[in-house]
């Protein structure tokens, strides 16, 4: 009730503030000619000023002219008081704005739920936690760990959440604070490494897959670390050895295992990418892999050819004296019509292997024969 009342006295100063111009008294003739008796005895003292020669002459023309400004708003402003239409137009403007609050009121009697108890965030963070929402699941774990930072379960318990809601930098981080606080565990691992993976696009990089291979070692079986490291095979472009180890733990999988459908749906993908044919030897994605991806939804595209593409330019920054490497790069790239990056990586290739030497011709060699004779690499030669 308490609440009602301070809102309704809030909202009547508030439309008095606005009323206010309204409510004043309109100026009269009396009133006017009174001002107008002021202004002729300032220009008659300035005139005085002048004789006495205390005001230049041209400082007293700027002053009698402000004055005689003046003199006419009066006289314009005077009279025997508003007319009709401009009194009706007061109380228009005044009923508008007391219209304003009466009519939001009015509105929320009937839509809203004025009879609603207040809930204050304290109390609904203590309430029961089966009749929070997620958000405020989640503000009580911060406001939790806020207080508590070296609370490892709770760390362990909201990294996950952060991952379903795609805040993976929050979720990296809570699973880096869980395994400092409780130690490493294989779900701790395998959490910390799928947070990676989503924060850089899907891509498995050299530290997820760090963290995976950690996941394994204390837990072979793991799905999720398997899951991704075969993931990391194809985002390499060796796509047969990434099928091996996905039709390996899909053999190893309970039927009903949440990671049978992922599993078949990345076999799915090898099938259509026409990866059966290759070897593992393979390392990167060659024209034809490039090509029949480009049949593949957007989706699938992004999922297998850019993060092929972009593993195999990542491994080729920690090794770069690979020249099959740097050729399957810049060949990958021409064939996306990516051709600065095809330049880019050539250039970048040449200086990895040495300028003079003899990989690198045959890198630049081969850059020619996909039309990037022009590249960096001879231009700096």
Do not use: C
């Amino acid at each position: 009730m308490l609440f009602w009342a301070i809102a309704a006295l809030l909202t009547l100063a508030a439309s008095l503030s606005v009323m206010l111009p309204f409510l004043r008294s309109p100026r009269t003739a009396a009133d006017a000619a009174s001002d107008i008796e002021v202004y002729r005895d300032q220009l008659a003292e300035l005139e005085r000023e002048v004789s006495r020669g205390t005001i230049a002459r041209s400082e007293a023309e700027e002053a009698r002219a402000e004055i005689a400004r003046r003199i006419l708003r009066a006289k314009d402003t005077g009279g025997a008081g508003m007319s009709a239409e401009g009194t009706a137009m007061r109380f228009v403007a005044m009923a508008a704005v007391l219209a304003v609050p009466l009519v939001s009121w009015g509105l929320y009697a009937l839509l809203g739920s004025p009879g609603l108890p207040a809930q204050p965030l304290q109390a609904r963070l203590a309430k029961d936690p089966a009749e929070n929402s997620i958000e405020e699941l989640i503000a009580r774990a911060e406001t939790h760990l806020a207080a508590n930072p070296d609370d490892g379960r709770g760390w362990d318990v909201l990294a996950p959440v952060y991952f379903r809601l795609g805040r993976f930098a929050d979720a990296e981080t809570a699973y880096r604070n869980a395994i400092r606080l409780d130690g490493a565990s294989a779900g701790r691992e395998a959490g910390l490494g799928e947070a990676i993976t989503g924060g850089r696009g899907g891509v498995v990089s050299a530290e997820a897959e760090a963290a995976f291979e950690r996941a394994l070692e204390l837990e072979p079986s793991n799905p999720k670390a398997r899951f991704f490291l075969a993931m990391a095979k194809a985002q390499e472009g060796s796509l047969d050895e990434a099928g091996q180890k996905w039709r390996s733990l899909q053999a190893d999988l309970p039927a009903d295992s949440p990671w049978q459908e992922a599993v078949e749906q990345a076999l799915a993908q090898l099938d259509r990418a026409g990866a059966g044919d290759r070897t593992a030897a393979t390392s990167g994605p060659d024209n034809e892999e490039v090509a029949a991806a480009t049949e593949m939804s957007p989706e699938d595209r992004q999922a297998m050819v850019e993060g092929m593409v972009a593993r195999l330019d990542e491994r080729l920054r920690q090794n770069p004296h690979d020249k099959e490497g740097w050729q399957r790069l810049v060949r990958s790239y021409v064939v996306l019509g990516r051709n600065e990056d095809a330049l880019g990586a050539l250039k970048r290739g040449v200086e990895a292997l040495g300028q003079d030497s003899q990989d690198a011709r045959e890198l630049e060699a081969f850059a020619a024969g996909l039309g990037l004779a022009e590249g960096p690499g001879e231009e700096d030669r």
